[in-house]
């Protein structure tokens, strides 16, 4: 049991995780009815350690799904206020205050816009670097919610073949039971061969 234990040269998705082990045969993992136990908690562990990085994957992947298109509708105002030329009308724009309160602003055209940047920070920006930062933004989001998207199903494969491996061993547990039970019954002279369940 000990030298199947997924350990530091074990494969891993490109992320990191683990593969979990694949029992094809019940005995390269239990010698003996004894490791079972042990054998059920290594795997019943492995199973709470995938869900919780599931868990924690499926929370990074709904930040991003809400990050995203905040990301895309900020580039598309950059963009836009980049064509403006210098001699245009301002321009009079609608912004939200929060999620009842909106207020009515006349907009100029201008070299630079001001980003938040999360924490309540919010820099001064050239336009050209303002569209730079927030494509490079927009990919690496992009980026993260596609690995996040192959590590959910990663994770969902590896919880399937963990609960596959601990129903074969339960199996293999149940059938050993059985045959000790058999060669018991037949090692003790016939006693209780006519009765039910003996």
Same mark, same amino acid.
């Given at each position: 049991?000990?030298?199947?234990?997924? @350990?530091?040269?074990?494969?891993?998705?490109?992320? @990191?995780?683990?593969?979990?082990?694949?029992?094809?045969?019940?005995?390269?993992?239990?010698?003996?009815?004894?490791?079972?136990?042990?054998?059920?908690?290594?795997?019943?562990?492995?199973?709470?350690?995938?869900?919780?990085?599931?868990?924690?994957?499926?929370?990074?992947?709904?930040?991003?799904?809400?990050?995203?298109p905040d990301i895309q509708k900020t580039l598309e105002t950059v963009r836009f206020l980049k064509t403006r030329k210098p001699d245009?009308?301002?321009?009079?724009?609608?912004?939200?205050?929060?999620d009842t309160l909106f207020a009515k602003a006349l907009v100029p055209p201008t070299e630079e816009v001001y980003l938040w940047l999360?924490?309540?920070?919010?820099?001064?920006?050239?336009?050209?670097?303002?569209?730079?930062?927030?494509?490079?933004?927009?990919?690496?989001?992009?980026?993260?919610?596609?690995?996040?998207?192959?590590?959910?199903?990663?994770?969902?494969?590896?919880?399937?073949?963990?609960?596959?491996?601990?129903?074969?061993?339960?199996?293999?547990?149940?059938t050993m039971k059985r045959k000790e039970k058999v060669e018991a019954g037949g090692e003790g002279g016939g006693k209780g061969e006519?009765?039910?369940?003996?």
């Amino acid at each position: 049991m000990s030298s199947k234990n997924p @350990g530091k040269d074990a494969p891993t998705n490109p992320r @990191g995780i683990p593969v979990a082990p694949f029992v094809d045969k019940v005995e390269d993992y239990v010698s003996s009815r004894a490791e079972v136990d042990g054998t059920m908690k290594n795997f019943q562990e492995m199973i709470s350690k995938y869900q919780f990085m599931k868990a924690n994957t499926e929370r990074r992947k709904q930040g991003l799904d809400e990050k995203i298109p905040d990301i895309q509708k900020t580039l598309e105002t950059v963009r836009f206020l980049k064509t403006r030329k210098p001699d245009a009308e301002p321009l009079e724009a609608t912004f939200e205050l929060n999620d009842t309160l909106f207020a009515k602003a006349l907009v100029p055209p201008t070299e630079e816009v001001y980003l938040w940047l999360g924490a309540n920070v919010m820099l001064s920006y050239p336009i050209v670097e303002a569209e730079t930062l927030l494509e490079g933004k927009l990919s690496g989001a992009q980026q993260t919610l596609t690995n996040c998207e192959e590590d959910l199903d990663f994770l969902t494969e590896q919880i399937t073949t963990l609960e596959v491996a601990t129903a074969r061993v339960y199996n293999w547990d149940v059938t050993m039971k059985r045959k000790e039970k058999v060669e018991a019954g037949g090692e003790g002279g016939g006693k209780g061969e006519g009765l039910p369940n003996g």
